[in-house]
């Protein structure tokens, strides 16, 4: 099991928290695990509950933001979305980790 | 642009909701999560779970709320206090890195804070906090005013005080007050002198002031009501240790039992030092218009301006002249606010002090502004470099305020600790005449806004790297800044600091220097009589003591005997009023009985009633005729002594010796507290007595006639003992005697004579001690400011001096060099400043005595002075300048 999941590397959460959210729909905290999860074919394994400091984190630095509201099954729940802020830095962290991968790919190839 | 900047402050707004409103914060975090676990055991369900299967695994898929929830509220808060907590650390790195430049920042602004705060203090207190009565604004003092007689501000007859009263339009009320002094006993004795104020009824009630216990005067305490007495705070705190019981025990003044009614609050005794107040039982119009002894508060009505008052108070004075134009010839009014007669002349002092301060606070505010500017050139460098590694450009500017803030709060803490001290030196040196002085503590707000302005100085330009970088392009800074380039405008900027501490410290410098000058001129000035080994008694006589005016003279006469045979005495004698006390002095108009005055002659004269051996006591030299002897009694000839004064006003080139003065038996209050005695009707002169100040100082003696007083029944005199022997032992000797003669007789007001010259001389010596510790100070942070600079200017021209002398140019060259650039910012800095000097120190005259504000003297030791201790300054980064290896220099590049 465990070799067929890979666990995130520290960081790359906000950065795919940020990927999930830059579809545009502002998502709750559930959508955006079932997203991250669909997304990866399942190939990413983390615990839903991680996302949550992660969000909250994300939201203090302004990059993205939440509002209460109705999910499709009539509840309440919170709806988190992509602020300016935060388009700005996910370009910026998208091309960080291109450069990192890149970069680890060429010395493994090489290796 | 505008859009990230608005998610930025909306995260913020977050970040401080969190930490003010955190439980609601947490149960947003509870229904989250369990709208997550809802949602997702629903999804597991739909797949074919039961109910409790598909909760327990989306349980675990989730991970453990209270891990989570604990995780989550680590970031709300605290990422802010993390940085936080990064910078501080960073922040002491880079003080305790450089001790020297922290150090200096650090006293700099301490010295500032410090200084501003405890002087706006002590003027704040004294001149801008209102008066602790209701509506304190509408509060006004009258006086009467006779131009002829040059009077500005004399006391009013009852009579004229009710009419004013009855007729004016702009006042809600007036009430009158007369202080004078009574003499408390109890039954075993214990007489004590106090301070006595009657009032008319409505006094307390016009003013607003309340008691603590019992009750004030109220509005059947008037005319043909009984006597009845307030006390003040500190009299029943003293004299009754507070008794609780005091309200309706007897007090007992001068020999009358009188009922005491109530204890008045501490803040609101009016004048200040009052002991009693007693109600006016008496009515006004009983009096004459002639006897003006009564003082006059007034409270404006609500809308009513104090112009508007005055106008209408001159009217009613100008109507009451018509109808009594024998008594009220001349006679008009002058109305002043309570407040600014309070504050009275202390005012300039301490706005010159508060000016001197403001000019410190600047000169600390340069100096750290250019230390923080030299530092920036270095600090540029090691900026672009951490913006290059991925620093945010905000986080840069949180760790250099958060640096500015931690120097700025120890400078602060450092001046508070300066500001206590400040405060309680300023009153320990203060002249006991600033009003109010006890009442003064550290104020916080004061404290605050000159803090915030040192923090602000030091935020503003602490981010000068910063709006360096933002400026320039990072690659660049990184290539030039390893070699150091200047960039020309930042050192305008600081050379512009230094000029302008130069100036300042120039003014502050001079300002001193002339007030030092001025403090010499008055020490030197002969007041008239020599202060060193007298002691100074008080007595005051009451009928019960002294029932008729013979009495009077015989007691005084055989106490003073008394004390003459006292060990180590050499002279003793009595006198009405001492010189520079601030005792009321009596003056009237006078003629001769063999001689007209000539018209344009001030016909008025100070009467004095001394005893025979005063002038010796006091060794004031009697330099025509005699003085006067025992034998000037009532019984004999009227006999007068004049002063110089006198004798140059009336008598030219003629000798005044044996000419006659008439008749001028004196009436002062409703008990004649002065008056020669009813058989004498002229007074002859019999000699003429070297001048002696009596009104300070600074002022000249006025033309005066001494009565002997043996022929007058003054009840309240001053004793002056010159002494070979301690004051200690005499004083207690003396008092041995008075209470032989008489067990309910207080001494009072016992002093020195040196005590009562340096109570003359101590606003001046305190303005002065202050204003030179000012110029020192701005002398000390100026030297720094010019060190500073040109150390940074030859830290960073290392390179240049290095090829240079490795080119062949010798030290001397080199130094040169450097000292030149001193020498222009001193030279420059004091131009500015002599011209700034010139025009400002016109606002100083009113302090000054014998003193041009521009005393050429002056201005030209204090620039000399500057430019020692500027060159100083700039000799010792001059020289590390020639200390530099051109090898270690150019490797440095």
Same mark, same amino acid.
């Given at each position: 099991?465990?070799?067929?999941?890979?666990?995130?590397?520290?960081?790359?959460?906000?950065?795919?928290?940020?990927?999930?959210?830059?579809?545009?729909?502002?998502?709750?905290?559930?959508?955006?695990?079932?997203?991250?999860?669909?997304?990866?074919?399942?190939?990413?394994?983390?615990?839903q509950g991680s996302l949550y400091p992660a969000l909250h984190r994300l939201e203090h630095k302004g990059w993205i933001r939440s509002e209460w509201g109705t999910s499709e099954n009539n509840r309440r729940a919170k709806f988190y979305r992509l602020t300016t802020l935060g388009r700005r830095q996910f370009a910026d962290q998208q091309e960080q980790w291109d450069l990192f991968s890149t970069a680890v790919d060429r010395i493994l190839a090489a290796g | 642009m505008i859009d990230a900047l608005i998610d930025r402050l909306r995260a913020l707004r977050l970040r401080v909701m969190t930490t003010l409103r955190p439980e609601r914060a947490w149960s947003d975090l509870d229904e989250e999560m369990r709208f997550h676990i809802q949602m997702e055991a629903d999804r597991l369900k739909r797949e074919g779970f039961s109910p409790k299967d598909a909760r327990r695994r989306a349980m675990i898929r989730f991970g453990g709320v209270h891990r989570y929830q604990v995780q989550t509220r680590e970031v709300r808060g605290t990422q802010l206090g993390e940085d936080t907590m990064q910078d501080i650390k960073y922040a002491f790195r880079m003080i305790l890195k450089n001790p020297g430049f922290s150090a200096v920042a650090i006293l700099t602004l301490a010295l500032?804070? @410090?200084?501003?705060?405890? !002087?706006?203090? #002590?003027?704040? *207190?004294?001149?801008?906090? /209102?008066?602790?009565?209701?509506?304190?604004?509408?509060?006004?003092?009258?006086?009467?005013?006779?131009?002829?007689?040059?009077?500005?501000?004399?006391?009013?007859?009852?009579?004229?005080?009710?009419?004013?009263?009855?007729?004016?339009?702009?006042?809600?009320?007036?009430?009158?007050?007369?202080?004078?002094?009574?003499?408390?006993?109890?039954?075993?004795?214990?007489?004590?002198?106090?301070?006595?104020?009657?009032?008319?009824?409505?006094?307390?009630?016009?003013?607003?002031?309340?008691?603590?216990?019992?009750?004030?005067?109220?509005?059947?305490?008037?005319?043909?009501?009984?006597?009845?007495?307030v006390l003040s705070h500190g009299f029943w705190q003293r004299r009754f240790g507070g008794d609780p019981a005091i309200v309706g025990q007897t007090l007992t003044?001068? @020999?009358?039992?009188?009922? !005491?009614?109530? #204890?008045?609050? *501490?803040?609101?005794?009016? /004048?200040?030092?009052?002991?009693?107040?007693?109600?006016?039982?008496?009515?006004?119009?009983?009096?004459?218009?002639?006897?003006?002894?009564?003082?006059?508060i007034g409270r404006l009505k609500p809308d009513q301006e104090l112009s508007a008052a005055r106008a209408d108070m001159i009217g009613v004075a100008a109507r009451v002249e018509q109808e009594n134009p024998d008594s009220n010839r001349g006679w008009t009014v002058t109305v002043q606010s309570l407040h600014a007669e309070m504050v009275g002349d202390t005012r300039t002092a301490l706005l010159v002090l508060l000016g001197a301060t403001g000019l410190i606070l600047l000169i600390a505010c340069a100096n750290v502004a250019n230390l923080l500017l030299s530092r920036s050139e270095v600090r540029a460098k090691e900026m672009a470099v951490r913006v290059a590694f991925g620093a945010g450009r905000g986080r840069l500017v949180r760790q250099l305020v958060t640096e500015s803030l931690l120097l700025a709060g120890f400078g602060a803490a450092l001046g508070l600790g300066i500001a206590h001290l400040g405060v309680r030196a300023l009153l320990g040196l203060a002249p006991t005449t600033l009003p109010a002085a006890t009442d003064i503590t550290l104020d916080g707000t004061v404290l605050g806004v000159v803090a915030s302005v040192s923090l602000l100085t030091?935020?503003?330009?602490?981010?000068?790297?910063?709006?360096?970088?933002?400026?320039?392009?990072?690659?660049?800074?990184?290539?030039?800044?390893?070699?150091?380039?200047?960039?020309?405008?930042?050192?305008?900027?600081?050379?512009?600091?230094?000029?302008?501490?130069?100036?300042?410290?120039?003014?502050?410098?001079?300002?001193?220097?002339?007030?030092?000058?001025?403090?010499?001129n008055l020490r030197k000035i002969d007041a008239g009589f020599t202060s060193a080994g007298v002691v100074t008694v008080e007595l005051d006589l009451s009928q019960a003591v002294a029932p008729s005016d013979m009495e009077v003279i015989d007691f005084y006469e055989q106490f003073e005997r008394r004390i003459a045979e006292l060990p180590g005495v050499l002279a003793v004698g009595d006198a009405s009023t001492l010189p520079l006390g601030t005792e009321l002095d009596y003056e009237q108009t006078i003629h001769f009985v063999d001689r007209e005055i000539d018209r344009e002659l001030d016909p008025r004269a100070y009467l004095r009633p001394i005893s025979p051996g005063f002038f010796a006591a006091m060794r004031t030299p009697i330099v025509a005729g005699r003085d006067f002897t025992s034998a000037d009694r009532v019984d004999a000839p009227g006999v007068v002594l004049i002063n110089e004064a006198f004798a140059n006003q009336f008598f030219t080139n003629e000798d005044p010796v044996g000419e006659k003065i008439g008749d001028m038996r004196m009436r002062f209050g409703p008990l004649g507290a002065i008056h020669v005695t009813g058989a004498i009707s002229e007074s002859e002169i019999v000699g003429v007595v070297s001048d002696i100040k009596y009104a300070g100082l600074r002022s000249d003696a006025r033309p005066a006639l001494y009565f002997s007083g043996l022929q007058s029944s003054v009840r309240r005199r001053t004793i002056a003992i010159r002494s070979a022997s301690a004051s200690g032992p005499l004083v207690s000797a003396v008092r041995q005697e008075l209470a032989a003669m008489n067990p309910t007789v207080a001494l009072t007001d016992i002093q020195t004579l040196d005590e009562v010259m340096a109570g003359a001389q101590s606003r001046d010596r305190f303005s002065t001690l202050l204003l030179s510790l000012f110029g020192i100070v701005a002398l000390l942070l100026a030297s720094v400011g010019v060190y500073g600079v040109l150390s940074y200017a030859v830290a960073q021209r290392r390179g240049e001096v290095g090829i240079r002398m490795a080119l062949g140019a010798d030290a001397g060259a080199v130094r040169a060099m450097v000292l030149g650039d001193g020498a222009r910012l001193v030279f420059t800095g004091i131009g500015v400043g002599l011209v700034a000097a010139a025009a400002l120190s016109g606002l100083l005259s009113s302090q000054l005595f014998g003193v041009n504000p521009r005393e050429p003297m002056i201005y030209a030791g204090v620039t000399i002075t500057l430019i020692v201790v500027g060159l100083v300054a700039s000799y010792v980064p001059a020289w590390r300048a020639t200390r530099v290896s051109p090898v270690t220099a150019m490797r440095a590049e």
């Open positions: 099991m465990t070799s067929t999941r890979t666990d995130l590397l520290q960081g790359t959460l906000d950065l795919l928290i940020l990927k999930t959210l830059h579809v545009g729909e502002p998502m709750h905290g559930w959508g955006v695990a079932v997203r991250i999860q669909q997304l990866s074919d399942d190939a990413l394994q983390l615990n | 500032g804070i @410090g200084a501003n705060a405890s !002087i706006y203090t #002590v003027v704040e *207190a004294v001149l801008l906090e /209102p008066l602790p009565f209701h509506e304190p604004d509408a509060l006004t003092l009258l006086w009467t005013k006779n131009d002829e007689q040059n009077q500005e501000k004399y006391m009013v007859s009852p009579m004229d005080f009710d009419d004013w009263r009855q007729m004016n339009a702009t006042f809600e009320s007036m009430a009158g007050f007369w202080p004078t002094t009574g003499t408390v006993t109890e039954v075993e004795g214990n007489p004590t002198r106090v301070r006595v104020v009657y009032t008319t009824e409505n006094f307390f009630s016009l003013l607003g002031a309340a008691q603590v216990l019992g009750r004030t005067f109220a509005s059947d305490d008037g005319p043909g009501s009984a006597i009845v007495a003044l001068d @020999g009358n039992p009188i009922e !005491i009614i109530g #204890v008045l609050r *501490a803040e609101h005794a009016l /004048p200040d030092g009052t002991d009693v107040w007693l109600n006016m039982t008496w009515t006004m119009q009983i009096q004459s218009r002639y006897a003006r002894w009564m003082s006059a030091g935020i503003l330009f602490g981010l000068a790297p910063i709006a360096r970088l933002l400026r320039s392009e990072v690659h660049s800074t990184i290539r030039d800044g390893a070699r150091s380039t200047v960039g020309a405008k930042g050192h305008r900027v600081q050379n512009a600091f230094v000029v302008a501490q130069f100036a300042m410290a120039l003014m502050l410098v001079v300002g001193a220097g002339l007030l030092v000058q001025s403090f010499e």
